[in-house]
Protein backbone atom coordinates (compact mmCIF):
# COMPACT_ATOMS: atom_id res chain seq x y z
CA UNK A 1 0.00 0.00 0.00
CA UNK A 2 1.00 3.23 -0.56
CA UNK A 3 0.25 6.86 0.99
CA UNK A 4 0.23 9.87 -0.87
CA UNK A 5 0.14 13.15 1.38
CA UNK A 6 0.28 16.52 -0.54
CA UNK A 7 1.10 19.61 0.63
CA UNK A 8 1.93 23.22 -0.43
CA UNK A 9 -0.92 24.68 -1.53
CA UNK A 10 -2.97 28.38 -1.08
CA UNK A 11 -3.70 31.62 -1.69
CA UNK A 12 -1.44 33.74 -4.02
CA UNK A 13 -1.97 36.28 -6.52
CA UNK A 14 -1.83 35.94 -10.22
CA UNK A 15 1.99 35.83 -11.49
CA UNK A 16 2.94 34.71 -8.24
CA UNK A 17 4.40 31.45 -7.43
CA UNK A 18 3.85 28.10 -5.13
CA UNK A 19 6.13 24.72 -4.64
CA UNK A 20 3.60 21.42 -3.95
CA UNK A 21 4.81 18.80 -2.24
CA UNK A 22 3.82 15.10 -2.32
CA UNK A 23 5.34 12.89 0.05
CA UNK A 24 4.94 9.25 -0.51
CA UNK A 25 5.12 6.28 2.29
CA UNK A 26 6.80 2.77 1.45
CA UNK A 27 10.29 1.82 0.24
CA UNK A 28 9.33 1.35 -3.55
CA UNK A 29 8.87 5.10 -4.49
CA UNK A 30 11.13 5.25 -6.73
CA UNK A 31 9.52 1.94 -8.75
CA UNK A 32 6.38 4.69 -8.95
CA UNK A 33 5.70 6.74 -12.05
CA UNK A 34 4.07 9.51 -10.64
CA UNK A 35 1.63 11.89 -11.89
CA UNK A 36 -0.45 15.38 -10.36
CA UNK A 37 -3.63 16.60 -11.61
CA UNK A 38 -6.30 19.11 -11.02
CA UNK A 39 -10.07 19.80 -10.52
CA UNK A 40 -11.82 22.93 -10.33
CA UNK A 41 -15.41 23.37 -9.01
CA UNK A 42 -17.98 21.86 -11.85
CA UNK A 43 -15.08 20.63 -13.89
CA UNK A 44 -13.27 16.97 -15.16
CA UNK A 45 -10.00 16.34 -13.50
CA UNK A 46 -7.34 17.67 -15.48
CA UNK A 47 -3.82 16.12 -16.43
CA UNK A 48 -0.87 18.37 -15.13
CA UNK A 49 2.43 16.81 -15.42
CA UNK A 50 4.16 13.51 -14.92
CA UNK A 51 7.29 12.45 -14.77
CA UNK A 52 9.18 8.51 -14.94
CA UNK A 53 10.62 7.12 -11.79
CA UNK A 54 13.70 7.55 -12.76
CA UNK A 55 12.73 11.32 -14.01
CA UNK A 56 13.99 11.07 -16.73
CA UNK A 57 11.09 11.75 -18.88
CA UNK A 58 8.59 14.33 -17.80
CA UNK A 59 5.18 15.32 -19.74
CA UNK A 60 2.61 18.55 -19.20
CA UNK A 61 -0.24 19.24 -20.02
CA UNK A 62 -0.75 22.16 -22.64
CA UNK A 63 -2.54 24.79 -20.51
CA UNK A 64 0.79 24.16 -18.25
CA UNK A 65 3.64 23.81 -20.23
CA UNK A 66 6.16 26.41 -19.59
CA UNK A 67 4.86 27.47 -16.93
CA UNK A 68 4.76 24.47 -14.33
CA UNK A 69 7.57 21.87 -13.73
CA UNK A 70 7.63 18.37 -12.23
CA UNK A 71 10.75 17.02 -10.48
CA UNK A 72 11.28 14.39 -7.79
CA UNK A 73 13.51 13.18 -5.42
CA UNK A 74 13.88 9.67 -4.36
CA UNK A 75 15.70 9.92 -1.67
CA UNK A 76 13.40 11.89 0.15
CA UNK A 77 10.29 9.73 -1.33
CA UNK A 78 9.15 13.27 -2.76
CA UNK A 79 7.76 14.45 -5.79
CA UNK A 80 7.64 18.31 -6.48
CA UNK A 81 5.50 20.55 -9.05
CA UNK A 82 6.96 24.04 -9.34
CA UNK A 83 4.07 26.43 -10.02
CA UNK A 84 5.15 29.96 -11.67
CA UNK A 85 3.59 32.26 -13.39
CA UNK A 86 0.09 31.70 -11.96
CA UNK A 87 -3.76 32.27 -13.29
CA UNK A 88 -6.89 32.75 -11.54
CA UNK A 89 -7.84 29.65 -14.03
CA UNK A 90 -4.86 27.34 -12.26
CA UNK A 91 -7.11 27.38 -9.45
CA UNK A 92 -8.37 24.06 -8.18
CA UNK A 93 -7.66 21.11 -5.82
CA UNK A 94 -4.06 19.32 -7.04
CA UNK A 95 -3.65 16.12 -6.14
CA UNK A 96 -0.57 13.57 -6.80
CA UNK A 97 -0.98 10.18 -7.94
CA UNK A 98 1.17 7.70 -8.36
CA UNK A 99 1.25 4.20 -10.91
CA UNK A 100 3.89 1.33 -11.55
CA UNK A 101 2.69 1.14 -15.15
CA UNK A 102 4.53 3.17 -18.23
CA UNK A 103 3.51 6.78 -18.60
CA UNK A 104 1.97 6.09 -22.26
CA UNK A 105 -1.40 7.48 -21.31
CA UNK A 106 -0.21 9.71 -18.59
CA UNK A 107 -3.10 11.76 -19.06
CA UNK A 108 -5.58 9.38 -17.90
CA UNK A 109 -6.74 8.89 -14.32
CA UNK A 110 -7.62 5.53 -14.46
CA UNK A 111 -3.88 4.20 -14.89
CA UNK A 112 -2.97 5.44 -11.35
CA UNK A 113 -3.25 3.35 -8.63
CA UNK A 114 -2.89 5.43 -5.77
CA UNK A 115 -3.82 9.31 -4.94
CA UNK A 116 -3.40 12.01 -2.49
CA UNK A 117 -6.27 13.51 -0.75
CA UNK A 118 -5.82 16.60 -2.67
CA UNK A 119 -4.43 20.17 -1.49
CA UNK A 120 -6.15 23.41 -2.68
CA UNK A 121 -4.45 26.23 -4.78
CA UNK A 122 -6.16 29.06 -5.01
CA UNK A 123 -5.08 31.90 -7.58
CA UNK A 124 -6.81 35.47 -7.24
CA UNK A 125 -7.27 38.19 -9.94
Aim: proline share 3%; aromatic share 12%.
Amino acid sequence: QVQLVESGGGLVQAGGSLRLSCKTSGRTFSSYAMGWFRQAPGKERESVAAITWSGGSTYYGDSVKGRFTISRDNAKNTVYLQMDSLKPEDTAVYYCAATQGPLTMWETPYQYNYWGQGTQVTVSS
